[in-house]
Nanobody, 119 residues
Framework: QVQLVESGGGLVQAGGSLRLSCVASGSIFSINAMGWYRQAPGKQREFVAF???????NYADSVKDRFTISRDNAKNTVYLQMNSLKPEDTGIYYC?????????????WGQGTQVTVSS
């Protein structure tokens, strides 16, 4: 069994910062890509940021220059540093990871952590 557990969400004023963390645990051989998605009320889940096993990153245009994704491979952890937060960043943030278990790779999702940005 593999689990992803997010933490770090909360309520913050516009212009503030939050740091999300996501820890993967269980029968993990290796972790390939990791990333973050979010879902605002009444909207579809959307891509936020991605980081490869080698450290290459990609961001949604809406968060570029404000958010930074990073990972600690020794701790099976991915982070999302969110600065200059805006009310439109409000939503549930989900961690994603493509994890190799034995010889196959599978996609896993965390349960989500709420981020609320007040104006």
């Amino acid at each position: 069994q593999v689990q992803l557990v997010e933490s770090g969400g909360g309520l913050v004023q516009a212009g503030g910062s939050l740091r999300l963390s996501c820890v993967a645990s269980g029968s993990i051989f290796s972790i390939n890509a990791m990333g973050w998605y979010r879902q605002a009320p009444g909207k579809q889940r959307e891509f936020v940021a991605f980081i490869s096993s080698g450290g290459s990153t990609n961001y949604a245009d809406s968060v570029k220059d404000r958010f930074t994704i990073s990972r600690d491979n020794a701790k099976n952890t991915v982070y999302l540093q969110m600065n200059s937060l805006k009310p439109e960043d409000t939503g549930i943030y989900y961690c994603y990871a493509r994890i190799v278990v034995l010889t196959n790779a599978y996609d896993y999702w965390g349960q989500g952590t709420q981020v609320t940005v007040s104006s």
